[in-house]
């Protein structure tokens, strides 16, 4: 019998579980609430360029003060593509940013690493960006590359330009990356650009997105809007992110939180597509509170993290717009048990609610140190609720019956076809969870998880030479490195 041609009424297959935080009636109430805090409280804008562009468009200004049209916001949403797919460094779409698809990298920015071999609590070098970018090469569950930290062993003024030299020469995955100002992000998307082949290469299929901040609550500095202005003259993808702060920099309410978050975003968007219609803008926010009892950013200790950016993912997909959210990340100091459970949780409920571009795997201390196991870690975490995430097929294959029929009662598997078939893909299976007995596990040496995520991110470098940039490439990224570094230093006029 064909079990997969019976009829029912009604039919529903799920083709993957089922999650939602927010009705369609609450995001639209959301939305309401944005369109009213930009039209009557407004927000502080502090580049000529955008004030500009805003006083053009028709918005009310007093000052750097601005009052954004709720047509102003609607016709920004409407604007901005809803899906953007990054490539490779060879130019291979790989990333497409749309509907609930999902992909995890490193963040930024830390200024603190775990030494893979000591355990010390240092600062970054150089060194340990390459270590990041090789991991991420090789670690399937990290999509897309950050640098994870800040170099310390450079110019300091020039960290951002060194971090992507790094990335670029040690992984081929597309790019995600921070800067000071908009003079090193220039350097930074020269880089890209001889390495896409050209300015017009880069755009048509860009390995690069830039991640930027605008001040929260309700202020936008300079600098960021710069950044922002120049990406979408480029026509390059664009990360316009608050991180906002409930008790703090945002209201003490989850829903606060979303509306603060989205505020701040979506002020940027607008600036962004007045300044060039129909240029890739990715929203989003890291959005977290503060606790009250020691001052600190909940950085994944808390539900209401994954709560609030759950909501925050599904309210900037009912906008249509591509979501840019944070897992993988931890208030612990160490790789440890609370690690875990917190990257853990909020990997799952960030797979879960469908946000597209998600960073910070590997963090720790709310976001002050990163370390190369908790990207270890973090892969083999993406990979077992991507495992959930592909929900149960059911078929004919699958449901088994003549299978079934075949063995009988009191039977076995282990000799069937269909086992030998199935049982490799159908079953996840893990790299470093351990599913020995006592006895196995004692003679081989009681290897604690722990140490096996420092076995093989040690076995992964030890075997990686990284796939070669052509010599000519290489000494172009090293002429822009020379060129910052000599007008930074004050020897080139």
């Given at each position: ?468 940039l052509d010599d000519l490439l290489k000494r172009e990224l090293q002429r822009v490195i020379d060129a910052v570094e000599g007008y930074a230093t004050g020897t080139v006029a």
């Open positions: 019998m064909n079990w997969d041609k019976c009829s029912t009424t009604n039919k529903i297959d799920n083709g993957s579980v089922q999650f939602s935080v927010l009705s369609e009636s609450q995001c639209n109430r959301i939305y309401f609430a944005v369109q009213e805090v930009l039209e009557r409280t407004g927000t502080r804008i502090y580049n000529q360029e955008a004030l500009e562009l805003l006083k053009q468009a028709g918005c009310r200004t007093e000052g750097e003060r601005v009052w954004i049209p709720s047509r102003l916001l609607e016709k920004a949403v409407k604007s901005a593509p809803s899906r953007i797919t990054l490539s490779d460094r060879n130019g291979r779409r790989r990333l497409l940013l749309e509907g609930c698809n999902s992909y995890f990298g490193p963040g930024p920015t830390t200024p603190n690493f775990i030494d893979l071999e000591t355990g010390e609590h240092r600062s970054v070098t150089k060194q340990d960006v390459c270590n990041v970018a090789s991991l991420v090469e090789l670690l399937p569950g990290m999509d897309f590359c950050m640098s994870l930290a800040t170099i310390s062993d450079v110019t300091p003024s020039l960290a951002d330009v060194h971090e992507v030299q790094a990335m670029l020469e040690n992984t081929t995955k597309p790019i995600a990356t921070w800067t000071f100002n908009a003079q090193n992000l220039a350097a930074i998307v020269e880089m890209c650009e001889i390495v896409a082949g050209g300015p017009l290469e880069l755009k048509n299929n860009p390995s690069l997105v830039l991640y930027t901040e605008p001040a929260t609550p309700l202020k936008h500095p300079r600098e960021a809007v710069d950044k922002l202005l120049f990406m979408a003259e480029k026509e390059l993808p664009i990360i316009y992110t608050p991180g906002v702060q409930g008790n703090a920099t945002a209201p003490a309410s989850l829903a606060g939180v979303i509306v603060m978050a989205a505020c701040d975003s979506l002020a940027g968007l607008v600036i962004h597509q007045l300044k060039n219609e129909g240029a890739p803008f990715i929203a989003g926010g890291v959005a977290s509170n503060m606790d009250m009892s020691t001052m600190i950013h909940c950085y994944g200790s808390s539900p209401d993290f994954c709560l609030m950016h759950a909501g925050l993912s599904e309210f900037i997909r009912y906008l249509g717009l591509p979501m840019f959210s944070t897992a993988g990340c931890s208030d612990s100091k160490t790789i440890d048990m609370q690690t875990a459970i917190e990257y853990a949780l909020t990997i799952y409920s960030a797979a879960l609610s469908g946000a597209n571009l998600i960073h910070d795997v590997g963090y720790l201390e709310s976001g002050m140190c990163a370390s190369l196991q908790g990207l270890v870690l973090g892969d083999e975490i993406i990979s077992y609720v991507r495992k959930i995430l592909q929900g149960i097929q059911v078929d004919d294959e699958t449901l088994a019956v003549d299978v079934i029929d075949s063995v009988g009662p009191g039977g076995h598997f282990l000799g069937e076809a269909h086992t030998f078939k199935n049982f490799r893909t159908q079953f996840w299976v893990p790299k470093l969870l351990n599913r020995e007995n006592y006895y196995s596990w004692e003679m081989n040496g009681k290897i604690t998880y722990d140490q096996r995520l420092t076995d093989r991110a040690n076995h992964l470098l030890e075997l990686y030479t990284p796939e070669p």
